[in-house]
């Protein structure tokens, strides 16, 4: 690259590259904002609303990946995700003010709204706004749902462990880690490397050489 062309955006290891520096101060200030401005199942839609169409620090595939990484590790998906792009941008310190940024405001508007609630959850207005939040939300969960879901449901046996999944969840209720425990081993062994399906990092570089 000359020196007169522009910086590409940061992006994650790929191929052995080594990601663009982030500076640590805007990890730290893009999570404080995604913290503070998500609300419950939305902070999905609000972490690739910033990491992917507004930070570029990530494609669409790199950020299916860190969340399913994320929703299969215990904890938060958010501050799962906070933990994965820190670390892959500025390694642990990066890992370390993702994770303080996304869960400081948190911490503090749940405190705070707490103390408010407790003293008020008897006014008809607060459970308005609260029933307003919900209802906001499920619309964002659902909109990164349409966005993103796609990209997983491209293929039949994709299909059939969404609809497992779903089914063992909802109406067989059974209990979140008895499903990753079950479906997780299959899916992987379904989706294990073969020489006659070549790893989706291969076919992009088969398709790449092939426009070439």
């Not at 790199?62 to 958010?78: C, D, K, R, T, Y």
């Not at 508007?109 to 407790?118: D, E, F, P, S």
């Not at 966005?147 to 059974?174: A, E, N, P, R």
């Amino acid at each position: 690259m000359s020196e007169t062309q522009p910086v590409p955006l940061p992006k994650f290891k790929r191929d052995g590259e080594i990601a663009q520096r982030v500076p640590l101060h805007e990890i730290f200030l893009t999570f404080l904002v995604i913290g503070g401005t998500s609300f419950g199942g939305g902070v999905v839609a609000y972490l690739r609303n910033s990491l992917v169409a507004v930070k570029g620090w990530m494609d669409e595939e790199e950020f299916l990946a860190a969340l399913e990484i994320s929703q299969a590790l215990p904890g938060l998906n958010a501050t799962n995700m906070s933990v994965i792009v820190g670390d892959r941008l500025r390694g642990p310190i990066g890992a370390i003010l993702a994770f303080f940024g996304v869960t400081l405001p948190g911490t503090a508007i749940v405190l705070i709204l707490g103390i408010v609630y407790a003293q008020n959850h008897h006014n008809p207005y607060i459970t308005s706004v609260l029933k307003g939040v919900g209802a906001a939300s499920v619309g964002l969960l659902l909109a990164v749902t349409l966005q993103i879901g796609h990209k997983q449901m491209q293929h039949t046996l994709d299909l059939i462990l969404v609809i497992v999944t779903v089914t063992m969840v909802s109406f067989l209720h059974f209990q979140l880690l008895t499903v990753l425990i079950t479906v997780g081993p299959i899916a992987i062994y379904l989706y294990r490397p073969h020489p006659a399906r070549p790893l989706e990092d291969d076919k992009h570089v088969v398709d790449k050489k092939a426009a070439d």
